[in-house]
């Protein structure tokens, strides 16, 4: 029997799964790859492309590489300096002939750049001369059954493919769907043991948000380690906490102001939201950059997270609390189809068991879709509806969704609000759908934000943006609907500040866009007071705020791309006099609408034909005089 299992991870079954992910879909599609090449006798190696030793890559056999594709046809960010190596001129074209590889991509069919970077790979790869072992998968948002649609049959035909090259010894065979469907739950990735549980129980509102941070730390130190298990790399948690804190800064912070800027009857709530920090620390930031916030929306003494509880089978202690409520999103989120098929072991009554059983099988895909993700169904609607579900504390900490920052663009200048005021500010926009069965549904972290009291603690961090501001005399074109708009009043401020009595400033050409001017013009006073002062106006006499009302009464409809091309003439200049094109905001189609409205202007005032004007905007890119922040 031993013989069998030495046998079973015989290192010439090495499968080395990388992957590269910003907000965790290929981390999971990953994980999956990898609980599947176990089943079938492989020895996988897990782990983001930038922590694999790149200069090893030649002398592997099997690699299976899951990305996604990020800001505007980016990579993300955990796989940019192994994508930075892989690029290099010197590389020759046979540096990978030892190398069998497949890609799959998780990408969505509405960006411009669907899937680029998982293309790109694919073609670099071959061009080191790596042989693909099956042909590239491409996962799309846009498919009502999301990225899950094409990873199924992706899977089962990488196994295939696998299998020719790399066949089973005799004594071992590949497991039979069904062997596959009942196999045993492996361990669960990390164990917790209850060291001191003394003094957990808060009293405070300030201790009670430090029990629910640091269990939140608690649990992303945990999955850390267990990912570094999976890739048979050593674990340091210093190392992870100073890694951590080379990329962003970390607050205690209160709320300051929470302030809507919209009308009651405006389709969308925004919010105008102050923060300081909590022992007057100064918050060090640039114009651009980006706050992030964790969503401590549930306290450890909500009703939901004692009914859990006690669903585990545990005593209500109050670290069992804080774990739940800091650590995972038990009431927003829908978890990942794994979850089915883990809870699926901890489901008491057979026909529960089974439905959970057929909602993670292939078969069960379009139906999983329509109860979860369709109607996102959170963990707590789940076990109302399961009522035998009774997992470990352990498993449904893994396999729930964790709950994690969101980003907000800093909408405040350094200069001209922080440093005077000692607050920070973010623009938040509510989120809020009805599912096709008419549930209400909202966004945990917008709609937490959004109705937060004044006072309450708040744990944020800094980090760098995409965008930032550039020197005084370079003119701007800021295209910003929506809560596009919050950068730009961090640039605009900064500018105002630092251009005050300058003759050579440059001109500043402010594209905002909304419904109509009573219900959701955010900052209106703000801009219409510049726009009076003639603040924006630079050396060129061009600057000044122009507004797209979609829905004003009596009016056409009008998008910011509309008015790109109402101001043709204005946009033009400012371009041949060196602007620089800043454009943020929602990031479906919004900015392809907009690079297609400064194309079109630019044929049209440059004489070009649409060859020569695209050129035109792609060497605006090139040169750094175009940029997109979108989300
Ligand atoms: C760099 C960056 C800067 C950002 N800046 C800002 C900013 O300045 N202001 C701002 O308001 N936001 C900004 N965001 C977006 C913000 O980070 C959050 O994504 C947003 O607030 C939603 O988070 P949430 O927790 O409320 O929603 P979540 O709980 O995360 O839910 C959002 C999810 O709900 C689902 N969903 C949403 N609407 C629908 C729908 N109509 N139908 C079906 N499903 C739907 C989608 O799956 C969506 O991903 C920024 C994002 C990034 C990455
Ligand atoms: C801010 C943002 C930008 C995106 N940009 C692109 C893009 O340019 N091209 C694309 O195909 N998909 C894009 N996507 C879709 C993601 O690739 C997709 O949601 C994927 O599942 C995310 O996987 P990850 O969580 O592993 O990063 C974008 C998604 C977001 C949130």
Not at 57 to 68: G, H
Not at 517 to 538: I, N, P
Request: hydrophobic share 35%.
């Amino acid at each position: 029997m031993d013989d069998v299992h030495a046998l079973a991870r015989s290192t010439s079954r090495r499968l080395v799964v990388l992957y590269g992910s910003e907000t965790g879909n290929s981390q999971d599609v990953a994980e999956r790859v990898v609980r599947e090449a176990k089943a079938r006798h492989y020895a996988p190696v897990f782990m983001p492309m930038e922590s694999y030793d790149v200069r090893t890559l030649p002398s592997e056999r099997y690699v299976v590489f899951v990305t996604s594709t990020t800001g505007q046809g980016d990579e993300p960010k955990n796989m940019k300096s192994f994508w930075r190596f892989l690029l290099r001129r010197g590389l020759s074209t046979s540096a990978l002939t030892n190398v069998s590889y497949s890609v799959f991509g998780l990408g969505d069919s509405g960006y411009q750049k669907y899937n680029i970077v998982a293309k790109k790979l694919f073609r670099r790869l071959e061009g080191l001369g790596a042989h693909a072992v099956h042909e590239l998968g491409l996962g799309d948002d846009q498919h009502p059954l999301g990225y899950e649609a094409a990873l199924n049959p992706w899977l089962s035909g990488l196994w295939k493919a696998m299998r020719q090259i790399c066949p089973l010894p005799v004594q071992l065979n590949d497991p039979s769907d069904e062997e596959l469907a009942n196999a045993p739950l492996p361990a669960a990735r990390f164990q917790i043991d209850v060291t001191d549980s003394a003094g957990v129980e808060a009293e405070t509102s300030r201790e009670h948000f430090e029990r629910l941070l640091e269990a939140h730390r608690a649990l992303r130190i945990a999955v850390a380690a267990a990912d570094a298990c999976d890739a048979s790399v050593m674990f340091s948690k210093s190392e992870y906490e100073a890694r951590d804190c080379r990329e962003k800064t970390y607050y205690d912070g209160s709320v300051r102001e929470n302030r809507c800027l919209t009308s009651k009857d405006a389709v969308k709530d925004v919010h105008h939201l102050e923060f300081e920090s909590a022992d007057g620390s100064t918050l060090a930031y640039e114009p651009g950059d980006v706050l992030g916030v964790v969503p401590f929306a549930i306290g450890a003494d909500d009703e939901r997270v004692a009914q859990l509880i006690e669903r585990l089978g545990m005593s209500s202690d109050a670290w069992v609390r804080y774990l739940i409520a800091g650590g995972v999103d038990i009431d927003s989120a829908s978890p990942r189809r794994y979850f089915f098929e883990a809870m699926s072991h901890f489901a008491e009554e057979k026909h529960e068991k089974e439905r959970l059983q057929y909602f993670a099988s292939a078969e069960g895909a379009v139906d999983l879709y329509k109860y979860n993700q369709r109607e996102r169904r959170t963990v707590c609607e789940i076990f109302d509806d399961f009522s035998s579900l009774k997992p470990t504390l352990e498993w449904l900490l893994q396999v729930c969704p964790h709950l994690h920052e969101r980003y907000y663009s800093i909408s405040s200048s350094p200069a001209a609000d922080t440093a005077q005021t000692g607050a920070i500010h973010i623009t938040v926009a509510s989120v809020k759908w009805t599912t096709p069965m008419k549930r209400e549904r909202t966004g945990l972290c917008s709609s937490w934000l959004t109705s937060i009291d004044t006072g309450t603690k708040i744990a944020f961090s800094i980090c760098k943006g995409s965008i930032s501001l550039s020197p005084p005399e370079v003119p701007l074109i800021l295209v910003g609907p929506g809560t596009g708009i919050a950068p730009f009043r961090s640039f605009v401020r900064s500018r105002m500040l630092e251009t005050a009595g300058s003759s050579t400033a440059g001109d500043i050409l402010v594209i905002f866009g909304c419904r109509d001017d009573q219900r959701d013009y955010l900052y209106k006073e703000e801009w219409e007071k510049l726009e009076d002062s003639g603040s924006l106006v630079g050396s060129n006499g061009l600057g000044g705020i122009v507004v797209a009302f979609s829905r004003a009464p009596g009016q056409t409809k009008k998008y910011v791309q509309d008015r790109i091309k109402d101001e043709a003439k204005r946009v033009w200049t400012l371009l041949e006099s060196g602007a620089k094109v800043f454009v943020a905001g929602s990031a479906e189609k919004m900015p392809t609408a907009v690079r297609m409205a400064i194309q079109d202007v630019v044929k049209t005032h440059g004489s070009l034909d649409d060859e020569e004007s695209a050129r035109y905007v792609n060497k605006l890119d090139m040169s750094g005089r175009y940029f997109v922040d979108a989300w």
